[in-house]
């Protein structure tokens, strides 16, 4: 297994003078033959009106933040036209980055001890869960303020990392993996909602969606089953922006 810190990056909410509001999320970076695209889960982002992706923290600069556009989000329709079923908790972003997002972790506020920058998935990457495989997650939690918002706001956060896990359960849009050990407490897990969940080669199956203490579960939602979705709204996305061109 590999680093599971660098397969995920991480979201943060913003106010409307686009500064950090202390929301955070998870989600992972895809790179397909059509560009490149931020997958993550739709009950993030449906929390706050305006998301970034983190980038960098510059010391004594603060955040690098890259404001996203909205997110598709998609409803799965039943045998008649009439039955709509829930919306997927999924979405997907086109992306055109400045640069790679980093995987930063601080010793102190002034020492900087790890600094890599994030894995960019390729489509030939995802693969279908096997009860064989063992998985791990990781992110980011509990985020604390420490300096107020101007002239730059400050969160620290608690990096979490999942590892040992098994596949339990298929269950339509969503895979159930047990955790190795007793659930922590869903205090734990909020920040990763989002997070890649890679097999023990590395290989991207699902996306964190949630959990169950009792059952000592995490949820997560399948990507490769849902890749033609990608496609489909890059290939939409091109097809409006020549449309503007025009």
Not at 199 to 219: K, M, P, R, S, Y
Not at 227 to 240: M, Q, Y
């Amino acid at each position: 297994m590999g680093d599971p810190f660098l397969d995920t990056v991480h979201l943060v909410a913003l106010g409307e003078d686009n500064l950090p509001m202390g929301g955070i999320g998870s989600a992972c970076l895809l790179q397909t033959s059509q560009g490149m695209v931020l997958l993550g889960v739709k009950h993030v982002t449906d929390n706050h009106k305006r998301w970034a992706l983190h980038i960098e923290y510059k010391q004594g600069q603060g955040s690098a933040n890259f404001v996203f556009s909205a997110p598709t989000y998609f409803t799965r329709f039943g045998s008649s036209s009439a039955a709509v079923e829930p919306e997927l908790d999924f979405f997907v972003v086109p992306v055109e980055l400045p640069r790679l997002p980093r995987h930063q972790k601080w010793e102190s506020r002034d020492v900087l001890s790890v600094d890599a920058p994030k894995r960019v998935f390729n489509c030939s990457d995802l693969t279908e869960p096997s009860k064989s495989d063992r998985f791990e997650f990781a992110g980011l939690v509990k985020p604390l303020l420490v300096q107020s918002p101007w002239p730059h706001a400050i969160y620290e956060n608690t990096l979490v990392e999942f590892r040992g896990l098994t596949l339990e359960a298929i269950d339509r849009e969503k895979l159930v993996f047990k955790l190795p050990g007793k659930h922590p407490g869903h205090e734990w897990f909020r920040g990763t909602s989002g997070a890649a969940i890679t097999n023990q080669n590395g290989q991207l199956v699902a996306l964190v969606t949630g959990g169950c203490d009792e059952a000592n579960v995490i949820f997560g939602f399948p990507v490769l089953t849902h890749l033609p979705l990608i496609e489909a709204t890059l290939s939409k996305e091109r097809s409006l922006q020549g449309k503007s061109l025009e």
